[in-house]
């Protein structure tokens, strides 16, 4: 009797198991991403920027840094235009805050070089060869370096239209700075993910 107990209760593990393996399903690249981005401080602003490239990051954690850090840089470029647009719209409201503008302008443009240094990079980490391991601590200790040095450059960027710009000029250029470094945020998270040493 007990052996037929133990055979019963082995039969029943043997099918739970089974019916678990069945119901358990592939994540979808866009399900990859959703939760991916919830390891970063602005989930929905990380998952309306990286959605568009589910199909191409095919659950593919580096695939979506690379593509977190193709889209930070994209998005300071964008933000660097708008603010030499906004230099010459400032210099007609006052030296000082065309002086603002045009210290912010100088940090988006360090910014824009970081972040593409910081994609290449990414790009070049863990291709192989005789040194793998340690050439892919060095590449992802440049990535996190210089994606590090773009979040503070934007972050100075900030400061400088807050302490000396009026507020319409500060109203009309905080927005677009602020959603970069809120982009490049959620990027560094992302490859921190990669590398978490």
Avoid: I
């Avoid at 933000?79 to 805050?97: I, L, M, N, T």
């Avoid at 391991?133 to 200790?141: C, I, T």
């Amino acid at each position: 009797m007990a052996h037929a107990s133990v055979l019963s209760f082995l039969l029943m593990v043997a099918c739970v198991s089974v019916s678990a393996g069945a119901t358990s399903v592939e994540v979808s690249p866009t399900d990859f991403v959703r939760s991916s981005c919830g390891a970063t401080r602005y989930r929905d602003l990380c998952f309306r920027c990286l959605a568009p490239y589910a199909a191409a990051v095919r659950r593919d954690p580096r695939r979506l840094a690379r593509a977190a850090m193709s889209v930070s840089a994209d998005r300071a470029r964008s933000a660097s235009a708008f603010v030499a647009q906004a230099v010459e719209r400032a210099k007609w409201s006052g030296p000082r805050d065309a002086g603002a503008v045009r210290d912010c302008l100088e940090n988006m443009a360090d910014s824009v070089d970081r972040l593409r240094q910081s994609a290449k990079e990414l790009d070049r980490a863990g291709r192989g060869g005789d040194r793998a391991a340690a050439d892919f601590a060095m590449h992802m200790g440049n990535v996190r370096a210089w994606s590090s040095a773009a979040l503070t450059d934007e972050n100075t960027c900030l400061d400088s239209l807050s302490d000396r710009c009026s507020s319409s000029v500060r109203a009309a250029v905080r927005p677009k700075v602020v959603e970069v470094a809120q982009v490049t945020s959620n990027a560094l998270a992302l490859v921190n993910r990669l590398w978490p040493n």
